[in-house]
């Protein structure tokens, strides 16, 4: 299992069977193979190296929770895997104009400290560069982008992932939101009450000063 999680051969039994200390094991595998492969022929060589199988295996798990939902949908039911992993993550649905949009927000990274350890200034070009790479070949129409990155001194990594609308999938999906939009309007302003008779009394107190 460990040689075909680093190298892109993955099952999904491996996923679900994977805790953090499992994980970080085979993180520190994969720095393992890409600084060897780089120190026999080359970074970019490497890269696509490690890329061989990506591309089919993103399109085989990620495609189980995108192909039928929302980008943010989707990413969202993907969250306990990476919370296995030791990822602690939120997504942000960013969808307008005709555009499936998500943002990925990853409050911890479990590989930053690792990368040190076998020479690497940080870890984003072995994983989330890589992820990115496999994603846009596995989906053509899908745009991803690193937004910031902890590697850098952000306070979070956030990586923005877009592609065209589906139609069939957004009606469903605007139904539900208007509803929720609804419900979620209902409860902000019953919890403005507090807030307003505060206000109120204020105002009141600075009249009678007047």
Avoid: W
């Avoid at 520190?28 to 600084?35: A, D, T």
């Avoid at 937004?147 to 065209?164: I, T």
């Amino acid at each position: 299992m460990e040689n075909d999680l680093v190298t892109g051969n993955l099952r999904m039994e491996d996923i679900i069977n994977i805790d953090e200390s499992k994980a970080t094991k085979l993180f520190r595998n994969r720095f393992k193979r890409y600084k060897k492969l780089v120190e026999e022929i080359g970074d970019e060589a490497a890269f696509e190296k490690m890329m061989e199988k990506y591309p089919q295996q993103q399109k085989a798990l990620m495609g189980t929770f995108i192909d039928n939902n929302t980008l943010a949908q989707g990413f969202k039911k993907a969250a306990p895997l990476l919370g296995l992993m030791g990822f602690v993550m939120e997504v942000v649905d960013v969808s307008q104009n005709e555009t499936d949009a998500a943002l990925e927000i990853q409050r911890v990274c479990p590989v930053l400290s690792i990368a040190k350890e076998y020479g690497f200034a940080q870890p984003c070009r072995v994983f989330c560069e890589m992820e990115q790479e496999a994603t846009k070949r596995a989906f053509p129409g899908i745009k991803a982008v690193i937004l910031s990155k902890q590697a850098e001194g952000d306070c979070v990594c956030v990586f923005k992932y877009e592609r065209p609308t589906n139609k069939a999938i957004a009606s469903t999906t605007h139904i539900q939101s208007v509803f929720s939009q609804l419900l979620d309007r209902v409860f902000s302003l019953i919890g403005l009450v507090p807030s307003l008779i505060n206000i109120g009394i204020k105002m009141l107190k600075l009249r009678r000063l007047n």
